[in-house]
C-alpha cells in the first residue's frame, strides 16, 4: 500500500509535529521499499507464466515458447490456478508466489473464481499480475468478425449462439469504445402522457402501465419485446419491457411494474422517458442492432472504420472474476494480489419483467465479486466496459484493498462495500448475525472512478451499506448521475454496524448532470458514529429536479463529522441535512449554490446539527437558506462567516435580514465580510492571510492534495466514453 493510503492511520492519533515527522520518515520508507520493489519487477522473474500464444499443457516455467516448442507458459489464468495449488503443496512449503501474465486479450470461457485452496498466507502471498511493460487484458466477450459489408455500408453477421437462443447481449464495444443502441428520440426525451391506473391482474402496488403522446411507442415494431422503454423518477429510472400497446389509447403495458405507487415512483405525467433498441430507429454512424430472432448483428461504422481495422467486442460473462470464500465455515480466500491486469467487457441483460431498483442500482452485480474473502488486494488494476458494478465486497469480506485502480466506463458503479447485493450472495438488504461475515475495514485509495451509470444512471461512485472501519481517500470520482459517494444504508435511527468509516481527501465532480435528483458529493443515511468526511472537494452537482447538494446528510444521519471539505457549484445547497442526530458542520467552505446556499428539511426535539466555523460564500440572486429553518433549538449554527458578492442587500430566507435571524438566536458571533480569497472565479479559494474568516475561528486547510496523487495510465489510450443521457 502506498504512503498516501496508509499515513492518515499512522498520524491519526498523535500530535501534529510528531504525526508529520513519522509521515515523512514512513513515506520515506515506502519510497525505498517501492523502489526496490520497481527494479525487482524489472526483473521478469516468476514462479510460473502466462501467455496468449502458451499451452496448457506446458509447464508454464518458461516466459515465452521455446524453440522447439516442446515448453513455454500455460494459455489460461485458469491453469496457472492448477499449478499454483501444486506449488504450494510441494517443498519448502509455504512461501510467496507470483504469475505473471503476458500482453495481449485473454478472452474467458466462465468467470475466474478463486476459493479458499487458492488462497496464499501473510508471509507467502499468491500474487498474479502483469508481465513488467505489458497490459494484458481479461476480457469477458467475443470478438465478433466475418462481416458482411452491404451496398448501404451497414456491416451485418449471423451469431448462431444467438440465433439459437444461447447468447444475448446489450453492450457493444467497438475499438475499445461503448456504441449504442438505437434509441427514440435520438436526442433528448419524450415526456410521459397521461398517467393510467393499473391493469386490473396485476396488484395494486406499483404501475405497469404508462401513457404516451403521438407515435412515440408503436405496436409494429420488430421485436417489440426486445424494446426498451427508460423512465426517469426521482433518485431513479425503470427500464421496463414492453407487453403490448394500444396506439388508439396512447397506452404501453409493460412486462413488470414499478417498485411502488408512491410519488416517487409513478410513471407521472411529465416526466422524461426514451425508447432503446428500437430496430426502426437504427441509422447513425456507430449505432448496432442485434436482431435475436434471426441471429443477426448490424452495425453502421463511423467513418475511417473497415472490418479489417476494428475490433468488434461483444460481453458473454456477467462476472468476470469471483472470489468465493465460506463464511460460515470459516475458510476464507485470502491473501490474494492481482496487479496491473485489465478486466473489461462485462455483461448485463435486462430481465422479463424488466428492472426497478428503489436506489443506488444496490442489487444489481458486478464484474469482479468477493463473498468471504479477505486480505485481497487489488493494484494497478483496471475495470473497464462492464455492464453493472465493478467491484463489489460482500458478506464476510474484510481487510481488502482497491488501490491506484482505473475503474471507468461502468454500465453501473465503481465500488460496492456491504451487505446489499444480488439475491444470491447472502446479504441482501440484511446484517448477518455472525459478526464474522459484517463487512468491515476495507480500503480504496488512489483510484480513478469515471464515466459511471451508462446502463443503470443512479449508481455510485463507492457505495458502502451496513459496513465500518472503511476508508475511501485520495480518490478522483466524476461523471456520474448520481451520488459519488455513498455511506450508510438504513433510514431512521435503527442502531447498524455502519460506524468509523472515512471519506478524505478525494476529487468529485461532474456529478448528477440534471438527470436524477435528490443526491450529493457525499450522501449518508443512518446512525454512524465515528464516520469522517473531510478534506474533499465536491463540485459541478447538478439535479433535474431538486437536490443536487455537496454534503447530503439524509434520513436518520447521526454522529458524522464532516469538516475542512470545499464544496462549489451544487444547485440547492452546499449542504443539506434532511433529518439525524449530532452531526457536526464545520471548517468548511460553501460556494456558489444556484437555488440556495445551506438547506434543512425536518424540525426535530433534539439537537439534528451544529454548522460551526463554515465560509458561505455566494454572487447570485439566491438566499442563504432554504426548507424549514423555523425559529428553534434543534440546530445551532454560530461562528460562521457569509459573502454575498453580489449585493449587500442579501436575505437569510424570504424577507429575513440577517439581523433578524440573529435575534432570533442564531449566528449571534458570525460575521458578513469578504472571506478574502485569491482567485474565487478560478475556483481557487484558498485564503488570503488577513482573512476575516479567521476572526470566527476558522482554520485554513489544504486541499491541494485531494485526489489521485500517483495517476497510473491503464486506460490512458481509451477513446472519450460517451453519454448515454442529456
Known amino acids: 500500500m502506498n504512503a498516501v493510503c496508509r499515513c492518515p492511520w499512522v498520524v491519526a492519533r498523535l500530535p501534529r509535529v510528531i504525526g508529520v515527522v513519522i509521515c515523512l520518515a514512513f ?15 524489472e526483473e521478469p522473474s516468476a514462479d510460473l507464466y502466462v501467455a496468449t500464444d502458451g499451452n496448457d499443457a506446458f509447464s508454464g516455467r518458461l516466459a515465452v515458447v521455446n524453440a522447439e516448442r516442446t515448453d513455454g507458459p500455460v494459455a489460461t489464468i485458469a491453469r496457472a490456478q492448477a499449478l499454483v495449488r501444486q506449488l504450494k503443496s510441494q517443498p519448502p512449503g509455504k512461501r510467496p508466489i507470483v504469475v505473471m501474465v503476458r500482453g495481449g486479450t485473454y478472452f474467458l470461457d466462465q468467470p475466474l473464481q478463486f ?8 508471509d507467502a502471498p499468491i500474487v498474479y499480475q502483469a508481465y513488467p511493460g505489458e497490459r494484458p487484458v481479461i476480457s469477458g466477450g467475443r470478438a465478433i468478425d466475418g462481416w458482411t459489408v452491404g451496398d448501404d455500408g451497414r456491416w451485418s453477421v449471423v451469431l448462431d449462439d444467438v440465433k439459437q437462443g ?22 433528448g426525451y419524450y415526456r410521459i402522457g397521461e398517467e393510467v391506473p393499473t391493469t386490473v391482474e396485476k396488484p395494486a402496488k406499483g404501475f405497469n402501465r404508462m401513457g ?138 435486462l430481465a422479463p419483467g424488466g428492472q426497478v431498483i428503489p436506489q443506488a442500482e444496490v442489487t444489481l452485480d458486478s464484474a469482479i465479486r468477493a463473498v468471504a474473502a479477505r486480505n485481497i488486494a487489488f493494484d494497478t488494476c483496471a475495470v473497464r466496459h462492464t455492464g453493472q458494478y465493478a467491484m463489489a465486497f460482500g458478506p464476510g469480506c474484510r481487510d481488502n484493498v482497491v488501490e491506484n485502480c482505473e475503474l471507468v466506463d461502468l ?57 465500518n472501519h472503511n476508508r475511501v481517500v485520495h480518490n478522483d470520482i466524476f461523471d456520474f448521475y448520481y451520488s459519488a459517494t455513498s455511506v450508510g444504508w438504513q433510514w431512521g435511527y435503527t442502531d447498524t454496524p455502519t460506524h468509523h468509516n472515512e471519506v478524505a481527501y478525494n476529487h468529485a465532480h461532474t456529478l448528477g448532470q440534471a438527470v436524477l435528483s435528490d443526491m450529493g ?103 442563504l437558506l432554504g426548507g424549514n429553518w423555523q425559529g428553534d433549538t434543534s440546530f445551532r449554527s454560530d461562528y460562521n462567516l457569509f459573502f454575498h458578492a453580489g449585493s449587500p442587500e442579501w436575505k437569510v430566507q424570504g424577507s429575513k435580514t440577517l439581523v433578524t435571524w440573529q435575534e432570533e438566536g442564531h449566528d449571534r458571533h458570525s460575521l458578513v465580510a469578504d472571506p478574502g480569497f ?49
Open 27 to 41: 513515506v520515506a520508507l515506502l519510497s525505498l521499499t517501492a523502489a526496490a520493489t520497481r527494479v525487482s519487477a
Open 115 to 122: 476459493t479458499p485452496e487458492d488462497s496464499g498466507a501473510p
Open 166 to 187: 444461447d447468447w444475448r447481449f446489450s453492450q457493444l464495444f467497438v475499438n475499445d469504445q461503448r456504441r449504442l443502441r438505437p434509441r427514440l428520440p435520438k436526442q
Open 212 to 349: 404516451f403522446g403521438n407515435d412515440e411507442i408503436r405496436p409494429d415494431w420488430a421485436n417489440l419485446s426486445d424494446v426498451e422503454v427508460v423512465t426517469f423518477q426521482f433518485w431513479g429510472i425503470s427500464r421496463m419491457r414492453i407487453a403490448g400497446v394500444d396506439a388508439q389509447a396512447k397506452i404501453a403495458t409493460f412486462t413488470g411494474k414499478t417498485y411502488t405507487d408512491s410519488w416517487w415512483s409513478k410513471f407521472t405525467k411529465g416526466h422524461r422517458y426514451f425508447v432503446e433498441n428500437v430496430r426502426e430507429a437504427l441509422s447513425e454512424p456507430g449505432e448496432w442492432y442485434l436482431d435475436r430472432p434471426s441471429g443477426t448483428l448490424t452495425y453502421i461504422p463511423k467513418p475511417g472504420e473497415t472490418p479489417s481495422n476494428t475490433q468488434v467486442i461483444a460481453p458473454r460473462l456477467e462476472r468476470l472474476v469471483e472470489f468465493v470464500g465460506d463464511g460460515a465455515s470459516r475458510r476464507w480466500v485470502q491473501h490474494l494480489t492481482l496487479r496491473g491486469l485489465t478486466f473489461a467487457h462485462a455483461a448485463w441483460n
Open 411 to 467: 454500465g453501473a458503479g465503481g465500488v460496492k462495500i456491504g451487505h446489499v447485493g444480488p439475491s444470491d450472495w447472502g446479504g441482501t438488504h440484511h446484517v448477518p448475525s455472525d459478526a464474522e461475515l459484517v463487512v468491515s475495514h476495507h480500503t480504496v485509495c488512489n483510484c480513478l472512478i469515471a464515466h459511471g451509470g451508462r446502463l443503470h444512471p443512479a449508481a455510485i461512485g463507492v457505495w458502502i451499506g451496513l459496513s
Open 521 to 623: 458529493g457525499i450522501y449518508t443515511l443512518g446512525v454512524q458514529p465515528g464516520t469522517h468526511i473531510h478534506h474533499n472537494i465536491f463540485h459541478d452537482v447538478d439535479a433535474q429536479h431538486y437536490g443536487g447538494w455537496g454534503l447530503y446528510t439524509d434520513e436518520g444521519s447521526s454522529q458524522i463529522v464532516m469538516e475542512n471539505n470545499l464544496v462549489y457549484r451544487t444547485k440547492t445547497g452546499g449542504f443539506h441535512q434532511h433529518y439525524g442526530r449530532d452531526n457536526q458542520i464545520r471548517n468548511n467552505i460553501f460556494a456558489d449554490a444556484k437555488v440556495h446556499q445551506i438547506q434543512r428539511t425536518r424540525k426535530e426535539d433534539h439537537l439534528s446539527f451544529a454548522f460551526e466555523h463554515n465560509i458561505v460564500y455566494w454572487d447570485n440572486d439566491s438566499p
Open 678 to 726: 485569491v482567485d474565487a472565479a478560478h475556483d481557487n479559494f484558498t485564503l488570503k492571510p488577513d482573512s476575516p474568516a479567521l476572526k470566527v475561528g476558522f482554520k485554513p486547510f489544504d486541499v491541494s492534495t485531494a485526489g489521485r496523487q500517483t495517476p497510473i495510465v491503464l486506460t490512458k489510450d481509451l477513446p472519450p466514453v460517451p453519454k448515454t443521457y442529456e
